[in-house]
T-cell receptor, first 116, second 113 residues
């Protein structure tokens, strides 16, 4: 699986958009970009994923550059409850061919602190 | 039911004890995972089960013994642990086919004394 690079920490004012960058320059054509977050002392929570098109759901938007070497997770109106470590992960989708599970490998992530 | 339930939430055990961690899901997921997370570090994969069969063991010491009795249940048996094994143990599950999101439990906070 491709390796990702994220800033160690970021701050964001409450109510403003939080833009979290991720570099994945060695991503291969069949690898997806996944975003998870982990609020203190809880299990990681799936946010969003994408292959090459931009994606949006009720939690966030994912912008993937045309060359797929980087992406940005956007939380449009950050709240204090969005304070967490955000992980960008690149991996194949599980179970595509043989039925065996693919694992997620977490990098160091970005500590996002939303300030009042 | 859209949750992964882990029990107990907290566990303190001595180095000579035998204990088990339990993970349960009723979402019909056929892949289940154990992760270990030390303080201020990312989760590290330990084991992967696919269709109740162990498919990945990330060179985990034998004092950790996983078991998958059925498609809904995953156990982690612990024996003769060391203080450095103290960590948050996370269980996760995913559908086998085209599963884009893993569902994680809240974890078991293990302290070895």
């Amino acid at each position: 699986d491709a390796k990702t690079t994220q800033p160690t920490s970021m701050d964001c004012a409450e109510g403003r958009a939080a833009n979290l960058p991720c570099n994945h320059s060695t991503i291969s054509g069949n690898e997806y970009v996944y975003w998870y977050r982990q609020i203190h002392s809880q299990g990681p929570q799936y946010i969003i994923h994408g292959l090459k098109n931009n994606e949006t759901n009720e939690m966030a938007s994912l912008i993937i550059t045309e060359d797929r070497k980087s992406s940005t997770l956007i939380l449009p109106h950050a709240t204090l409850r969005d304070t967490a470590v955000y992980y960008c992960i690149v991996s194949l989708a599980p179970g595509i061919s043989s039925g065996s599970a693919r694992q997620l490998t977490f990098g160091s992530g970005t500590q996002l602190t939303v300030l009042p | 039911d859209t949750e992964v339930t882990q029990t107990p939430k907290h566990l303190v055990m001595g180095m000579t004890n035998k204990k088990s961690l339990k993970c349960e899901q009723h979402m019909g997921h056929r892949a289940m995972y154990w992760y270990k997370q030390k303080a201020k570090k990312p989760p590290e994969l330990m084991f992967v089960y696919s269709y109740e069969k162990l498919s990945i063991n990330e060179s985990v010491p034998s004092r950790f013994s996983p078991e998958c009795p059925n498609s809904s249940l995953l156990n982690l048996h612990l024996h003769a642990l060391q203080p450095e094994d103290s960590a948050l143990y996370l269980c996760a599950s995913s559908q086998d086919r085209f599963s884009y999101g893993y569902t994680f439990g809240s974890g078991t906070r293990l302290t070895v004394v």
